[in-house]
Every structure is written in C-alpha cells, then in structure tokens.
C-alpha cells in the first residue's frame, strides 16, 4: 500500500509585526493587540496541526478498516485463500514492505511545523511580571470603581462590546497573586469568589482544599480569628489528615481562648476610645479616597453660582490670523484652577498619524525623581511613552503650530511631543507637572526650565473610566475624542499652583493614548505675561507642557 504524502506548513515569519521583543506589555494596551495577532496566528498554526494529525489518523483508520475485511476472509480459509498466487504475493508484500509504511506513519510527529512555531514565538511572549500586572491592575480598578467581585468576575462592566468572564481558576490565580503581595484583602475576597463560583457547580480544576487553605489563612491576618476557624473547620471536612489545617485549627483555639481572657479585662473607656477613632476614620477623607471618589464621578458639585461664570465661546487666539475668519470652540470646565476645553482641535487622521508614528516607539513611561532628577519608572505611573519632533512629520508640525497659535507660547524651545499609551488598569496617581521648591533638579535630564503649563489632548472617547481629575479642587475632566484641555501650573509669579495637582484614572474600559510636549526659556515668560495656554490629551492622549528657565 503506498500512503499519500502529506504536506504540513506553517508560516513562521508571518507571526510579529514587530522584530524585536517588548517588555511591560500590561503597561501599554496598544503593544497588547499585536499579541492578538500573534495569538490569532497561533490558532491557524494549531489548527493546521490539527488537520494534520486528522489527515494521519483517516489514513490509518482506511488502512485498518481494509486489513479487518481481508484477514476476516483469509483466516476462514487460510490454505484456500493462500491458493490463489495474487493473495500469497501480496501477504508477503503487506508483511515485508507495506506495514512497515504504516509503521513509518504512526510515528511521524505531525507537531514539528507547530512547535517551531511556538518556539520561535515564544521569545514575544509576556512574563511573570505581565501576568501579575494585569491581576494587579484588575484589583486597582476593583478599588477605584467600587466593583464587586461577582459584577467583574461576570464582566458585568458599562460600555463592553466584548463581554467575557473569569473562571474559578482565574478567580483563584488572582487570589494568589494578591496573597503573593501580602494582601490579604483582596486574597480574601477572591479566593471567596472562588469558592462561590465552585459551589454553584461550575466545572474547574481548582481545588477547594487550596482554595481553603489560602482564604482561612488570609481572613485570620486580617483578624477575624471566628471566620478563619470556620473556613479551616470545613477544609478539614474536605481533607481531615490536612496537615497545616490541623494545626492552624489548634492555633486558633489557643488565640480564642488567650482572647476571650483579655477581653473580660477590656474596660468600657476603651470602647469609647475605639468609637472615637473610629469617627475620626469616617470623617478623614486622604487623598486617594478622593482620587477614587473623583474617578467614579462623585466629586464635589460646584454652586449654580459658581457654574454661571462658566461660559463657551469661539476663540481666536487673541486675534490670531489664522483663527479670526474660523474661530475655534472653547468652552470652561473648571473656574479655579482655569481649565478650558478646546473642541474640535484635532482630527481623526491626525490621531491616526500620531499613533502610528508612536506606536514602535512606545517605551515603559518614566517619572523625574524629585531628588535627583533622573528618569525613572514607578508603580504609580503605567504606561508606555514615546516622543516626537515636528521635523518628523508634517502632520507634528502643524499641530505644534496650532498649539502655538492658540496658547501664545513659541514652540521652538520646546521639548518633543510625549505620546503615552496606558496599559491593563492603567492610571497616574495624583502628581504636579511643576517642579516644587525643594526640587531644583527635577527637569535635569531634559534640560528645562519649569513647567508653566498642561496641553492634553483626547484622541478616543472612552466607554468608562478614564478622567483626569483634581483631588485638591475636586474637578473631574472627561476624555471626548478630538477635543484638548488646557490649564496653567505657575501663577504669573512663577510661584506653583498646587490646586493643579492632578491624576489620569484608570481607563475601565476602553483603551486611552496621550501626549505631552515641554518648553522652555525665558522667551516663554514674555509669552506668559501676555496670556498663554498649555493643553493634554486623554484616550490616544498627547500632552504639552511649557517650560520655563
């Protein structure tokens, strides 16, 4: 029998559009959807090998089915059968020659092409660190946005065209992930969904033994000693020879009973006492409850008052040329800091141009150490950044023009354009874009003065999420595709507004670009004495921001 040659390919350089690996994938979603290409290709590679082994395996099973009905007639009558030359020809034949064929077959390894693939592929693949920064980002944006765990675990989230789940297991990983970083908060609260996903029948290879064990142990470092030996109580029903649980169980009975001693000497002045803090805790609002209260859109309210010195106009740069015949819309978001809006000041090929010219680019983003000056990355800040001049593109250009032109400030002394894309979650906790007193280096490495003021411009809507705010003033500003925001950092003294202090929350869902663009020199400050502006971007953002010696 002579068995078909079988072809199996796989096209190997086809898989990255890029030719070099990243890193901190979880800190830029537009590095993130080249792995869905590079996923999707995978799956053709795998179902190649798929068909592959169906095609090997059709080939046998033909081969069997026609070896069962020969030997079936030849063993009724192995003498008769063997009487006729062809038949005695061709046993010797199958035997000598064809079966090896077959053997030759069933140990061909169909997976090389697929393998190769994997291997090559590999080298792109994200690590450890991505993994566990896209489980913290999921727990950042459970906090901020106040999520239950059933609603994310369910993807019950406002504005998703693409619902999707997470499993026991994935609820158990996460679970993990916290327990790893000693928090035992969120341990407790997933590893509880976990559990509640099992015990309402889903099918899962996680364990509820483990599951067990991880929640007890994370509920007792958060001090409720009855509900830890309640969990360990039903581990040992799961597992009564559990070793660690049987003597956690005995360790918790030695704690109640040391606590139930010390509580019969607890006075009632030590009640009021702990009502008292409690009161001071309720009342006592930090700055990153208001950050999150912001980020949700639970901000202060502004006075009808105050909201009727808000106006919208058309603006045409204090008498710009280019702007006095086609005025541009402006409208005010916030009195005290000035924040304005800017509508319509850039435009969905504009965008496009800036993302492409970004995207290879798109490096972890950095912050300037306020000691020393130097660049460096932060827990804080997750994003990727990347940096543009004018020369580069026509399309920088003019828009460095149009910035120009409408906030007053030259731009030949700037620095390039920052085009930052946020990753998983991804979020800039409260921050100055000014230089403080104590900081005298904090532009060093890029050479500048001070920061007079921010240009940010929104290059996507967002579906939730995603608002710049301001703690201090409690001022939130929502990303709306093609529009700019513009405030200034320095009173005309020079001084540092500190009501600037601001924040980029993280994106819920959608996926959010942005770009900044620094200036410096003393010709800056003739330009700010006559009225200048400064404006940053949020969605595909980008951002200026004018410097000053």
């Known amino acids: 029998m002579a068995f078909n040659k079988m072809w199996y390919t796989v096209a190997l350089g086809l898989l990255l559009p890029f030719s070099y690996a990243h890193t901190d994938f979880f800190t830029s979603i537009g590095h993130m959807t080249d792995l869905i290409n590079t996923e999707k290709d995978l799956v053709v590679s795998l179902k190649d090998y798929i068909k592959a082994e169906e095609s090997k395996l059709e080939q046998i099973k033909k081969w069997a089915e026609k070896l069962d009905q020969l030997t079936d007639t030849a063993t009724k009558d192995p003498e008769g059968f063997l009487g006729h030359p062809v038949n005695a020809f061709k046993l010797m034949k199958r035997l000598n020659t064809e079966w090896g064929e077959l053997e030759s077959l069933v140990l061909k390894d169909m997976s090389d092409g697929f393998i ?15 993994q566990t920064g896209a489980a913290k980002a999921l727990l950042r944006l459970q906090d901020t946005y106040n999520l239950d765990t059933d609603t994310l675990s369910r993807g019950n989230l406002p504005g998703v065209k693409h619902k999707s789940f997470l499993t026991a297991e994935d609820c158990f990983e996460l679970g993990k992930i916290a327990y790893t970083e000693a928090d035992y908060y969120h341990t407790e609260l997933w590893m509880e969904q976990a559990l509640k996903q099992l015990d309402e029948g889903e099918v899962s290879s996680a364990d509820k033994a483990y599951i067990l064990d991880y929640l007890s142990y994370a509920v007792y470092q958060q001090g ?3 509900k830890a030996m309640m969990l360990t109580k039903r581990l040992l029903e799961l597992d009564p020879e559990h070793q660690r649980a049987n003597g956690n169980m005995k360790y918790f009975e030695y704690i109640m009973a040391k606590e139930k001693e010390a509580n019969k000497s607890s006075t009632d002045s030590e009640d009021q006492m702990e009502q008292e803090t409690e009161v001071k805790k309720k009342d006592y609002l930090p700055e990153r409850r208001k950050y999150e209260m912001l980020c949700r859109g639970e901000g202060l309210k502004m006075t009808p008052r105050r909201q009727k010195r808000l106006f919208c106009r058309y603006y045409d740069g204090n008498r710009n040329p280019r702007y006095i015949l086609g005025p541009v819309k402006q409208e005010d978001e916030w009195d005290k800091p000035r924040i304005v809006r800017f509508l319509d000041i850039i435009s969905d090929e504009e965008i496009e141009t800036v993302k492409e010219l970004a995207k290879p680019r798109l490096r972890r983003a950095t912050i300037s150490n306020p000691i020393t000056g130097a660049l460096e990355t932060a827990h804080y800040r997750i994003s990727k950044s990347a940096w543009l001049s004018g020369y580069e593109s026509p399309v920088v250009s003019r828009i460095n023009t149009r910035i120009q032109d409408l906030t007053g400030l030259d731009v030949s002394t700037a620095e390039e354009l920052q085009v930052a894309n946020y990753g998983v979650g991804g979020q800039y906790e409260p921050h100055f874009d000014f230089a403080r007193a104590n900081e005298p280096d904090a532009f060093k490495e890029l050479g500048t003065g001070n920061r007079i003021a921010t240009w940010l411009f929104y290059m996507s809507d967002v579906s939730a999420g995603g608002a710049t705010v301001f ?30 202090r601001h924040a980029a929350c993280p994106v819920l869902v959608g996926n959010k670009w942005g770009k900044y663009h620094s200036r410096c020199s003393h010709c800056q400050q003739t330009t700010w004495r006559s009225g200048a502006l400064l404006v940053g971007c949020l969605g595909f953002l980008f951002a200026l921001h004018f410097m000053v010696e």
Request: a negative charge; glycine letters at 10%; proline letters at 8%.
């Open 471 to 500: 703690p201090e003033v409690g001022a939130s500003v929502w990303p709306k595709k093609g529009t700019a925001v513009f405030w200034y950092n320095l009173f005309p003294s020079g001084e540092g507004d500190y009501s600037t």
């Open 224 to 226: 409720d000693l009855g």
């Open 116 to 130: 190769s693939n994997m291997t090559i592929q590999r080298q792109f693949f994200p690590n450890d660190e991505d």
